[in-house]
T-cell receptor, first 117, second 111 residues
Framework: GAVVSQHPSWVICKSGTSVKIECRSL??????MFWYRQFPKQSLMLMAT?????????EQGVEKDKFLINHASLTLSTLTVTSAHPEDSSFYIC?????????????FGNGTRLTVT | RKEVEQDPGPFNVPEGATVAFNCTYS??????FFWYRQDCRKEPKLLMS???SGNEDGRFTAQLNRASQYISLLIRDSKLSDSATYLC????????????FGTGTRLLVSP
C-alpha cells in the first residue's frame, strides 16, 4: 500500500492565486521530505528538501518566496505555490524515505497535477 | 555531461521479447542505484534497487558496471503491462544525499 500520501491529486486555479499541496508520510516519521516537479517528457527535478522543524533547502533556480515549504510535523510537509502563473503548471510530486535518504529508495506520493489558467 | 543519461526510446517490442536498457552515470563515487517505473501521468514507483553483484526479481534483472559507470535493466518475457517509462536513479554529484533521476526510457510492449 501507499506509504506517502499527497493531496490534492489535481487542481486547476486562476493565475495569481495560491495553491497548497500536502504530503503525508503514512505509518512512519519522515524528518526529511523532498519536493519534485516534472514537466511533460522531462525528468523529475528536485525543487527543495523539506526538513522538519527547520527551513527548507532549495535547489538552484527555485524561488523560495514563490514555493513556500512548511514541514511542521514529522509526517506532514506542505508546498504552497504562491501567485501561480501558467508556467507553474506541472506535475508536483513529494517523496520521503524510511532511512538514510542518500542510500535508501524514495517513496513517492501520487503527485499533484497543477494547471494554472 | 549529464549526471545520469538514458536513451529516451521508445523501445517497441512484442510480447514475450527480452529487452534491455542501459543508464550511464557521471559520478564515479556514486553508491546507490535504483530503477523506478513511471506510468503515464503517475508518480514513479520503485522497481528495484541495483546491487554491486547484480540482482534479479522475477523477470527483471539489474546489473551494475562500475568500471564503465553504467547500470542496466533486463526484462524477460515482456508483458503488455510492462509498457511504461523506466527511470534510472543514482545518488548525485553533490553528495550522497541527493538522488538524481534520468529522463527515462519508454518501453512499449505490443500484442
Amino acid at each position: 500500500g501507499a506509504v506517502v500520501s499527497q493531496h490534492p491529486s489535481w487542481v486547476i486555479c486562476k493565475s495569481g492565486t495560491s495553491v497548497k499541496i500536502e504530503c503525508r508520510s503514512l505509518d512512519f516519521q519522515a524528518t526529511t521530505m523532498f519536493w519534485y516537479r516534472q514537466f511533460p517528457k522531462q525528468s523529475l527535478m528536485l525543487m527543495a528538501t523539506s526538513n522538519e522543524g527547520s527551513k527548507a533547502t532549495y535547489e538552484q533556480g527555485v524561488e523560495k518566496d514563490k514555493f513556500l515549504i512548511n514541514h511542521a510535523s514529522l509526517t506532514l510537509s506542505t508546498l504552497t505555490v504562491t501567485s501561480a502563473h501558467p508556467e507553474d503548471s506541472s506535475f508536483y510530486i513529494c517523496s520521503a524515505s524510511f532511512g538514510d535518504w542518500g542510500n535508501s529508495p524514495l517513496h513517492f506520493g501520487n503527485g499533484t497535477r497543477l494547471t494554472v489558467t | 555531461r549529464k549526471e545520469v543519461e538514458q536513451d529516451p526510446g521508445p523501445f517497441n517490442v512484442p510480447e514475450g521479447a527480452t529487452v534491455a536498457f542501459n543508464c550511464t552515470y557521471s559520478n564515479s563515487a556514486s553508491q546507490s542505484f535504483f530503477w523506478y517505473r513511471q506510468d503515464c501521468r503517475k508518480e514513479p514507483k520503485l522497481l528495484m534497487s541495483v546491487y554491486s553483484s547484480g540482482n534479479e526479481d522475477g523477470r527483471f534483472t539489474a546489473q551494475l558496471n562500475r568500471a564503465s559507470q553504467y547500470i542496466s535493466l533486463l526484462i524477460r518475457d515482456s508483458k503488455l503491462s510492462d509498457s511504461a517509462t523506466y527511470l534510472c536513479v543514482v545518488n548525485g554529484n553533490t553528495g550522497f544525499q541527493k538522488l538524481v533521476f534520468g529522463t527515462g526510457t519508454r518501453l512499449l510492449v505490443s500484442p
